[in-house]
């Protein structure tokens, strides 16, 4: 048996899964695990055990051994990829301290004081003072100190649940360059913890011997401790190859490498990168993050509440589908696309507006849960539709004003996550982008990116760009309708790029006149 495989461990907001792929980037066999996303011990607070984490990569790895089609001794090494920005503190010994932050926490911390001397004057001067305050006000770190100071007094690391994993898996404390997305003090545009000096330290109290070392992806992090290997199901000393963070890794994992190739992610959060061998801000002060490809930038730009927006929709709506799924054996999100076609482009004029939970400045913190509808809701096909036309929308916005700032016209699309299983909403998103959208091989592309990075830093493939030519490829492209592209470009130009500066100002007088969100 050749050892030539790679085990991918891929922990998401909805589950943990065990991954193993082959050299040419075929799922020899995959384990799922569910878990709790979060819990909320107070309204907006997004919370979990991070043991439960590290258990349930346990469960995962014995569920995937079980299976009996993957075999231990040909796995090469293990590559981890995982939800970005979840935030553990822990002891010296790497215990941790208090529950897990997670991305989807929306407390604040208030009256930070704001960073005053040459940084604070030119902050103020470049129209930037608000998006600094707030990077305050949401980081983690600042809250802990505030609110829980018998905590903080103990913190030794200050690390992402890459890291904390990553500790658990070899002992060390070190972490990849790509899964860096948060609120710490990390230069994005050198793609290293800041230098003495930056601002970035005077706006969270981070000391530097806290935080872990960086590996770029491909790198070595270390090998699986004898703890580590009777949890994974592998022998000790086995390779743990840098990675990157799941979005990073979904771009790779797609083969977007070129910064003309857009790929959108309908996951939790929904998405579109473009891979940039520059350092691009899509809007100023917001830095591009780091990539799954070593010294290269995954040029961003976000829907927060993105595929999340199915998710309610089932909840809220989706009971038959539900059932008649469960029946079928089949995922509910299958039979949605029976909506889609029922129901005309442009949803009878009902036109969804996705920012239930706002961007950093664009859109800003005042248009938090506007969900703008014109038209009537005929039938919850109409809403349907009208949600996944407002994600393409937003993401077709996004993606134009980043590839403005890039000087590079997206000339296709690739589309990853649960998104991707659904034809109709792919058909959708080329309508909406007048772009061909390529469908890779694999759903599992989080995985696969982490398995091309173990792939080169194993030696299996010689660079990135060759195990990406290698282990990825599209299973079927779809090309726009002209007939539904004209529409949605009318739609698109004539009416969604204008609905939010025509109703900031309205959103704005909510916000005062309600208090929600805070200012």
């Known amino acids: 048996m050749t050892v030539d495989h790679v085990l991918a461990i891929d922990v998401g907001t909805q589950s943990v899964r065990a991954l193993v792929f082959d050299p040419a980037g075929v799922l020899v066999a995959c384990a799922k695990v569910p878990i709790e996303p979060y819990v909320s011990p107070q309204p907006g607070w997004a919370e979990q055990d991070p ?11 014995d569920a995937l ?3 009996g089609i993957a075999r231990r001794d040909a796995i090469a090494g293990v590559a981890l990829t995982t939800q970005r920005a979840t935030v553990v503190v822990t002891d010296d010994a790497g215990t941790p301290l208090r529950p897990a932050i997670v991305w989807l926490d929306q407390r604040q911390t208030r009256d930070v004081a704001p960073i005053g001397g040459i940084n604070g004057l030119a902050f103020r001067a470049l129209g930037v003072r608000r998006t600094v305050a707030a990077f305050q006000a949401d980081c983690e770190a600042n809250w802990i100190q505030a609110n829980e100071p018998e905590v903080w007094s103990r913190v030794r690391r200050y690390l992402f649940l890459s890291g904390f994993l990553t500790h658990r898996l070899t002992g060390r404390f070190v972490d990849s360059i790509g899964s860096q997305v948060g609120y710490v003090p990390f230069d994005y545009k050198r793609l290293a ?67 003309d190739i857009g790929s959108l992610s309908y996951g939790t959060t929904a998405t579109i990168n473009t891979t940039q061998r520059r350092y691009v801000e899509s809007v100023p002060l ?67 507006q996705p920012t239930w939970t706002p961007g950093v400045r664009i859109p800003g913190r005042e248009a938090k849960g506007a969900m703008i509808g014109f038209g009537d809701v005929h039938s919850r096909a109409h809403l349907y539709r009208a949600i996944l036309e407002g994600l393409a929308y937003a993401l077709r916005e996004g993606g134009e004003r980043a590839a403005g700032r ?78 539904h592209q004209r529409l949605y470009d009318q739609l698109y130009r004539r009416v969604y790029r204008r609905m939010y500066d025509r109703l900031k100002p309205l959103y704005e007088e909510i916000m005062a006149v309600t208090g929600y969100p805070p200012s």
């Not at 390779?239 to 799941?246: E, G, K, Q, R």
């Not at 998103?429 to 080169?456: C, K, M, Q, R, Y």
């Open 51 to 61: 043991e439960l984490f590290w258990r349930s990569i346990g469960d995962a790895c």
């Open 286 to 352: 917001v830095p591009p993050y780091p990539a799954a490809v070593p010294d290269a930038y995954s040029l961003e730009v976000q829907v927060y509440r993105g595929y999340w927006l199915v998710d309610w929709f089932k909840r809220e709506f989706g009971a038959s589908e539900v059932a008649r799924g469960e029946t079928l054996g089949v995922a509910a999100e299958t039979l949605f696309d029976d909506l889609v076609r029922s129901t005309e482009p442009g949803s009878m004029g009902l036109m969804l």
């Open 65 to 67: 051994w079980a299976g």
């Open 406 to 483: 890039a000087k590079t016209p997206l000339r296709e699309l690739r589309v990853s996550g649960g998104g991707a299983q659904s034809p109709a909403a792919v058909q959708l998103t080329a309508d909406i982008f007048g772009l061909p959208t390529g469908v890779p091989h694999t759903h599992e592309t989080s995985g696969l990116g982490a398995a091309i990075d173990a792939a080169v830093g194993l030696g299996l493939h010689p660079s990135i760009e060759a195990a990406v030519g290698v282990m990825t490829r599209l299973t079927r492209t779809v090309e726009p309708d002209p007939v």
């Open 193 to 259: 913890w800041a230098k003495r000096g930056d601002w970035r330290w005077s706006a969270v109290p981070i000391e530097p011997g806290w935080l872990p070392e960086l590996v770029a992806p491909g790198g070595r992090l270390g090998e699986l401790t004898v703890a580590a290997a009777a949890v994974v199901g592998l022998a000790a000393g086995t390779p743990v190859i840098s990675a990157a963070a799941d979005k990073a890794c979904e771009v790779l994992g797609s083969g977007a490498l070129e910064p």
